[in-house]
């Protein structure tokens, strides 16, 4: 399996910055995606631009949301097929600034993934629990709950996808610089990549840690042997940063 670098560029950089990065780069980032599959994640607005860019490279480019409903009189959404029609072949879902800012549910995270399978797009399901958890020993337990409803409705779906990406985001870790310790996140993917065959059993799973992934702490992290890629924030958006996290 591929490692997988995600870059969630949130709303870091405006449409323009967004162009000049690919512009600026291009030749880099092809080279960079030889050996590893790069994703870029812009806004709504630079996402077409950008795909039809990166329409014969092979850098993929991935949406930050969906909708969760198929068409309709929804103001302000973007759908997967409008996403699958500009050439996107990833889409965040569940991400916590979403469930926190956008009262993302897992009702709505279920809608949105049925509806990626759907139109081909590989969802990325994000999971983490708050500071409060993890010193209260509750990891597993959250992790369990976010996740296993929505496995268990993918389970339900008729989908010849038959792959999944989950990254695992402890909400203390976004952009703050921490990250938990190595033992620690060796547990935590080891119970992942124990858990989701029990519901998917014949889904093949790509595990993604994401939070403060950096250059000086990319190669610690890599040395988890659960962890197929990175899901990342801050980071991504200045080039160097971002292709020493994959050179590394
Ligand atoms: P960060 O963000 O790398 O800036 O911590 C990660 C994310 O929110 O996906």
């Known amino acids: ?4 670098y995600i870059a969630n560029w ?38 077409a631009s950008l795909a039809t ?14 909708s969760e409903y198929e068409t309709g009189a929804y103001t302000g959404e973007v759908s997967a097929l409008s996403l699958a029609q500009v050439g996107t072949a990833y889409c965040i879902v569940g991400h916590s600034e979403q469930r926190m800012y956008h009262n993302e549910t897992t009702e709505k995270i279920i809608k949105k993934i049925k509806l990626l399978y759907h139109y081909n797009i590989n969802p990325v399901l994000c999971i983490g629990e708050t500071y409060d958890d993890l010193i209260n020993n509750q990891t597993h337990t959250v992790l369990a709950n976010q996740l296993t409803p929505i496995l268990i409705a993918i389970a339900q779906e008729k989908n010849d996808k038959k792959n ?7 909400l203390w870790s976004i952009g703050t610089g921490m990250i938990p310790e190595p033992q620690q996140l060796v547990t ?12 998917l059993p014949d889904y093949s799973v790509q595990l993604l840690y994401g939070g403060s992934v950096q250059k000086n702490n990319s190669v610690t992290l890599k040395k988890n042997p659960y ?14 940063e971002f292709s020493a996290i994959i050179i590394n």
Do not use: H, R, W
């Open 227 to 240: 962890i197929n890629g990175f899901l990342i924030g801050n980071a991504s958006i200045n080039f160097k």
């Open 188 to 199: 935590i993917f080891a119970y992942l990549a124990q858990l989701i065959p029990t519901i």
């Open 164 to 170: 999944i990406i989950v990254a695992y985001e402890p």
């Open 10 to 47: 949130k709303m870091n950089l405006s449409f323009t910055q967004s162009i000049d990065f690919c512009e600026d780069n291009f030749i880099l980032l092809q080279e960079l995606s030889n050996n590893a599959t790069v994703v870029l994640c812009p806004s709504f607005v630079a996402l």
């Open 53 to 66: 860019k990166l329409k014969n490279s092979s850098i993929a480019i991935g949406a930050q949301n969906c």
């Open 1 to 4: 399996m591929k490692y997988i």
